[in-house]
């Protein structure tokens, strides 16, 4: 079973950082592209910061470039989200997907739907408020 679990979300002052982790059990995250997806509250989901499986290249949100940085551990089979000067629009759900044959770009920038991706977690919250 592939299992994606989210973490490291929580209240966050407006200007301040919060690292996200995705870790996977039941599979390896080597051979997957990996992405970060921002659901605020009454909007649709969009692709936030995906990397592919050898990591050489990712994709960044035009609104994140700059502030937002994505990583992966393959020793810890993790990836993370570094989010750095948060603002209250970040405020929402997070969560990170994997799959197989998806090339970052597609992941990231077309309106896929996490459901017909091969893992996806529950999502770690994240409210920006002072």
């Known amino acids: 079973q592939l299992q994606l679990v989210e973490s490291g979300g929580g209240l966050v002052q407006p200007g301040g950082s919060l690292r996200l982790s995705c870790v996977a059990s039941?599979?390896?995250?080597?051979?997957?592209?990996i992405g970060w997806f921002h659901q605020a509250p009454g909007k649709e989901r969009e692709g936030v910061s995906c990397?592919?499986?050898?990591?050489?290249?990712?994709y960044y949100a035009d609104s994140v470039k700059g502030r937002f940085t994505i990583s992966r551990d393959s020793a810890k089979n993790t990836v993370y989200l570094q989010m750095n000067s948060l603002h209250p629009e970040v405020t929402g759900v997070y969560y990170c997907?994997?799959?197989?044959?998806?090339?970052?770009?597609?992941?990231?920038?077309?309106?896929?739907?996490?459901?017909?991706?091969?893992?996806w977690g529950v999502g770690t919250l994240v409210p920006v408020s002072s």
């Open positions: 039941g599979f390896t995250l080597d051979y997957f592209t």
């Open positions: 990397i592919s499986s050898s990591g050489d290249e990712t």
């Open positions: 997907a994997a799959d197989y044959t998806l090339i970052v770009q597609s992941m990231c920038a077309q309106k896929i739907s996490l459901r017909s991706m091969d893992s």
